[in-house]
Structure formats: C-alpha cells, structure tokens
C-alpha cells in the first residue's frame, strides 16, 4: 500500500482484519491510531524522509508477527511510541529509532524474540517499564546519551545481551532490570545513585563488576502495573530477606570478581 502525499492520520483500527503486507507512510501523516496494524500480515513499513509523524498509536504494530523491518527516513520527527505499539513482533530483527523520540511506551518491543538490534533515541531520558522484556535475541543496544532511569524489569530475559555501554549520566536501575541477562561483565557509572533489588539477579554469564562505593541498594520497591489503556498504577513493598547486595547480584554463580570504585 502506498498512501497519498497529504494524509494526515491513519485511523484507530484503519488496517486491522486486512491482509496488507507492505506499507509506505507519507511525509504528511502526523499520527498513527491505536490498534492501526493490530494483527495483520504486514512484514514492511517505510516512512518517507522529512517525515512528520508525532505519534505511533497505544498497540499500533501489536502482534503483527510477521513483520520484519521499519524504516524512518532521514529527518524524522517522530516523538512518542505508545503502549504495547510493537508488542509481540516476533520477526522483527532490529530498529533504530530517530533521535527525536523522547518517549517509548510500556512493553513497547517485549516479546520481539528475534529483535537482535535496538537503538534508542540519544534524547529520551528513562527507559520505560517491560520495554525489552522478552527480547532474547539482543545482542546489539544503544542507551541513549543522556539516560536517567532504566524502569522495571525493561530488559528482563535479554539472554543474549552480553555487552552494555551505561552513559554517565544514568543515576537509577529499578527492580529487575537485567533480570536473567546474558551480561558477562558490567561497569556502572559512577554516578549512579540507586540500584534497585534484584537488578541483576540471575545473569549467571556475570563474571566481573566494577560499581561505585557509596551506592544505594533499596530495601523499598515501587513495582508499576497498568492497566488496558497503558494507564500505571503502582504499589510499594519491602523485601524481608536478601542475597548479597539487596539481591541484586543473586544467582550469578558465575561472578568473581566485584571493584568497588
């Protein structure tokens, strides 16, 4: 399908229950509505350059399990992907997003189990809850440049991420972030402020930490849910009991080395 230059949106629900396979997105469209694409048969989509899209809609691309490449064009000015918007794309292998999105919504690329490479927009400051959950083909990772905070269990079960380059400015890891990752060594910057339980329990691969002295280990987790519409609610919990640092390195049967700087 080639769409017309001066379109402006695609509808909520505009493909979904069709048998589209390829997609050309006009410089024009500004939105893409939720449930778009959900569940159809489309293996491309190509944004033209100069493209003005703002918005990839709550379960856009959701399901679509035979999709295998997304192309934005030069001078993108894509912003925010919505929740679940890639969820399940199971024959997805990689994407690069512009440098002018500043949002990725929940669960955004979870279960995308042939995923091997991801590179986030050097302009968003946190990386959201469940985005790479599921990811276990990754092996190649961008953080962006100026990170802050790396949510809930965002790269749980990636086992096949051995390499992460952590920008200086990250000051937060939450609650299983890098739970059962592939990780074989792991250097956190020395700004970081808090590293929350569990982080990087189970990375059995794990062999060499260098981490700051004075870090903080939370006894207290704030633990998100959400409901259908990607809307968070959260509750907070205490852990009565840990393994090693707060648990956070609990289960690296691997680990032999710690540096504390």
Request: net charge neutral; proline share 3%.
């Amino acid at each position: 399908v080639i769409l017309p230059e001066g379109i402006t949106s695609i509808g909520s629900y505009a493909f979904r229950g069709t048998a589209i396979r390829r997609i050309n997105i006009p410089s024009s469209v500004t939105t893409i509505g939720v449930h778009a694409f959900n569940g159809t048969p489309i293996q491309s989509v190509v944004f033209t350059e100069n493209s003005q899209i703002q918005t990839i809609g709550n379960y856009a691309f959701n399901g679509c399990s035979s999709l295998q490449s997304i192309e934005f064009g030069e001078n993108s000015s894509l912003k925010t992907l919505g929740f679940r918007a890639f969820y399940n794309c199971s024959s997805l292998k990689e994407i690069v997003l512009p440098n002018t999105v500043t949002d990725v919504g929940i669960e955004c690329f979870r279960a995308c189990t042939k995923l091997s490479k991801l590179y986030f927009s050097d302009a968003m400051t946190y990386i959201n809850r469940f985005v790479c959950y599921g990811c276990s083909s990754l092996v190649d990772l961008h953080l962006p440049n100026a990170l802050k905070t790396i949510y809930n269990e965002s790269f749980y079960n990636t086992t096949s991420l051995k390499k992460i380059e952590f920008p200086e400015t990250l000051n937060s890891i939450q609650y299983r972030a890098f739970y059962n990752c592939g990780i074989d060594s792991l250097v956190l910057p020395i700004g970081l402020e808090n590293l929350g339980n569990e982080s990087f329990s189970n990375c059995v691969s794990l062999k060499y930490i260098e981490m700051p002295s004075y870090l903080n280990s939370s006894s207290h987790t704030t633990y998100y849910g959400y409901n259908e519409s990607g809307e968070s609610y959260y509750y907070n919990y205490s852990r009565t009991s840990y393994y090693g640092y707060r648990g956070n390195f609990n289960n690296c049967t691997a680990l032999e080395t710690i540096v504390m700087r």
